[in-house]
């Protein structure tokens, strides 16, 4: 059972920039795909941006050129450079993982927060 532990969460200003990061517990099978998504009150979950263990990267449109992902694959720890906030960006953001058997688990998940 691999555990992600998620910090950096927040409130900011419109304009203004956090940084996430997500440890996961050591693991035997090895952590493929490490991410974040994120959930809005009333809306549904939805994919941020996800990075390979080969360092290949997707982002959903809404973080494209605002958003950077990244990832130390000895540390099994993950990250997500976030500029340029808007109010739009409010949400619970989640930190997910895979392992080798394309088990997904889940971190409990971070506040945050922009203010127009």
């Known amino acids: 059972q691999v555990q992600l532990v998620e910090s950096g969460g927040g409130l900011v200003q419109a304009g203004g920039s956090l940084k996430l990061s997500c440890a996961a517990s050591?693991?035997?099978?090895?952590?493929?795909?490490m991410g974040w998504y994120r959930q809005a009150p009333g809306k549904q979950r939805e994919l941020v941006a996800t990075i390979s263990s080969g360092h290949s990267i997707t982002y959903a449109d809404a973080a494209k050129g605002r958003f950077t992902v990244s990832r130390d694959n000895a540390k099994n720890t993950v990250f997500l450079e976030m500029n340029s906030l808007k109010p739009e960006d409010t949400a619970v953001y989640y930190c997910?993982?895979?392992?080798?058997?394309?088990?997904?688990?889940w971190g409990q998940g971070t506040q945050v927060t922009v203010s127009s």
């Open positions: 050591v693991s035997f099978f090895s952590i493929n795909d």
């Open positions: 997910h993982a895979k392992d080798s058997r394309k088990v997904s688990y």
